[in-house]
């Protein structure tokens, strides 16, 4: 009786996998020797873009003398703290297991390197935010409005995401020089606001909204600011955290126009703060350890993202194209 049971549980199990696969092949059946490698080049992959990451995680943790170790050691001899903070470190004094840690570096600035913690953190946030407010009211208007110049407009939003983004680097920092907002965090957030690709991919998954719904609630007396936050940006949600989590990691890594921008240390953010720490310590074995962890921390706040939103991410990509 047990087994019966055991038999029938098995084959509803197996229903409802094949069900939600949309397989009709028994995902339990035993298959040929070959289709066991199948997946090998997902597993290499997977391997080779780990790897970088084991490898940063690692030295993080490693003295000065392992490594210079030849060949080098896949899991440190002795984890060490030291490249994080040394608590035996004397400017006065130089030892070769002693480092000079990352939060100990950066002694003019405020907060040392936790300042370009913090003005990475409010700028990616402002700049994100501000976005797609500004992307979805864009796409709001040009998917669900009629109005004349309607498709000019929207060619040209698209057509602006033809031109590199290199071009305006020098009319965009004598522009924000005019206004002297030089080695500011208006510098950093107002260029960084408009971007196409944001109303482009918000029109296709508005796309998929029956127009009589947003006409149901203009029928109902609603006005447009409350379709917008009670209809629309609901509705948004998926593709809003897709957006969300290209538009942070965009930011959050964006090094070339904050160097441009930037006169003091002060202003810096967390990719240039890395350029500055790997200038000042070229070619010293000392300062790999310290890299590595400050690249390790840096690292660390898009990977959380990342896991915390991929669910909503796929499904935002996934039902964009779906019209």
Do not use: C
Request: glycine share 6%; aromatic share 14%; net charge positive.
């Amino acid at each position: 009786m047990n087994a019966k049971r055991t038999e029938k549980r098995l084959e509803r199990k197996n229903d409802a996998l094949m069900e939600r696969s949309g397989n009709f092949e028994n995902p339990f059946e035993t298959k040929g020797i070959f289709s066991k490698f199948a997946r090998a080049p997902i597993y290499i992959l997977t391997l080779v873009m780990i790897a970088p990451y084991y490898w940063m995680i690692t030295s993080s943790f490693k003295s000065v003398k392992e490594l210079q170790k030849v060949p080098p050691t896949l899991i440190p001899e002795k984890w060490i703290s030291g490249n994080y903070y040394d608590t035996k470190y004397d400017p006065n004094m130089y030892q070769q297991d002693v480092l000079q840690g990352l939060f100990q570096r950066f002694t003019k600035v405020k907060f040392g390197f936790g300042r370009f913690f913090l003005n990475s953190f409010f700028i990616t946030t402002t700049i994100t935010i501000l976005t797609l407010f500004i992307g979805s009211l864009a796409a709001y208007v040009v998917a669900k409005h009629r109005f004349k110049a309607k498709r000019a407009i929207y060619l040209v939003i698209i057509g602006s995401m033809m031109i590199p983004w290199q071009v305006g680097l020098i009319p965009g920092f004598l522009l924000v020089d005019d206004l002297g907002w030089l080695n500011s965090f208006m510098a950093y957030i107002i260029p960084a606001l408009p971007k196409a690709f944001i109303v482009f991919f918000l029109v296709q998954y508005l796309s998929s909204i029956p127009d009589e719904l947003i006409e149901a609630a203009r029928i109902d007396g609603a006005r447009e600011w409350t379709i917008y936050f009670r209809i629309v940006l609901p509705l948004l949600k998926p593709a809003m955290i897709a957006m969300m989590i290209f538009t942070a990691i965009g930011e959050w890594n964006n090094f070339l126009w904050p160097l441009i921008i930037t006169q003091s240390q002060d202003m810096a953010n967390l990719p240039v703060a890395l350029a500055l720490l790997k200038n000042s310590g070229a070619g010293n074995i000392g300062t790999q350890g310290v890299i590595m962890a400050a690249a390790l921390l840096v690292s660390m706040p898009t990977i959380i993202l990342y896991f915390l939103t991929q669910r909503h991410f796929i499904r935002g990509i996934a039902l964009s194209g779906i019209k």
